[in-house]
């Protein structure tokens, strides 16, 4: 049986909420300022992580719910909520066999 990689969960965007996430991220300036300049970094990043061997769950983050989950928890919306929303996200998805 082989082992299951450890995975790693990366924050996600859509195209079309990009404009919207850096209007609601307290910390846009930690974030290119283009879509396609954000997923050229992304997709280096995933591949990195995998060549290393971990396995990447892309989690999307969406303006409502995202801003919906931080005033739940009365956190700032920015790289470190953006990290623990993917990675409580990340936790909840069924394991990969």
Same mark, same amino acid.
């Given at each position: 049986?082989?082992?299951?990689?450890? /995975?790693?969960?990366?924050?996600?965007?859509?195209?079309?909420?990009?404009?919207?996430?850096?209007?609601?991220?307290? #910390?846009? #300036?930690?974030?290119?300022?283009?879509? #396609?300049?954000?997923?050229?970094?992304?997709?280096?990043?995933?591949?990195?992580?995998?060549?290393? $061997?971990? $396995? !990447? =769950?892309? /989690?999307? /983050?969406?303006? !409502?719910?995202?801003? !919906?989950?931080?005033?739940?928890?009365? !956190?700032?919306? #920015?790289?470190?909520?953006? %990290?623990?929303? =993917?990675?409580?996200?990340?936790? $909840? %998805?069924?394991?990969?066999?």
């Amino acid at each position: 049986m082989t082992a299951t990689p450890p /995975i790693t969960a990366l924050p996600w965007y859509h195209r079309t909420h990009y404009p919207a996430l850096l209007k609601l991220f307290s #910390d846009p #300036d930690k974030l290119p300022e283009t879509y #396609d300049e954000w997923l050229k970094r992304a997709e280096f990043t995933e591949k990195q992580l995998q060549k290393t $061997g971990f $396995g !990447v =769950a892309r /989690i999307w /983050i969406r303006p !409502v719910p995202f801003a !919906v989950w931080c005033k739940e928890r009365s !956190v700032s919306p #920015d790289q470190r909520a953006r %990290l623990t929303f =993917a990675n409580e996200t990340a936790r $909840g %998805l069924p394991a990969r066999q």
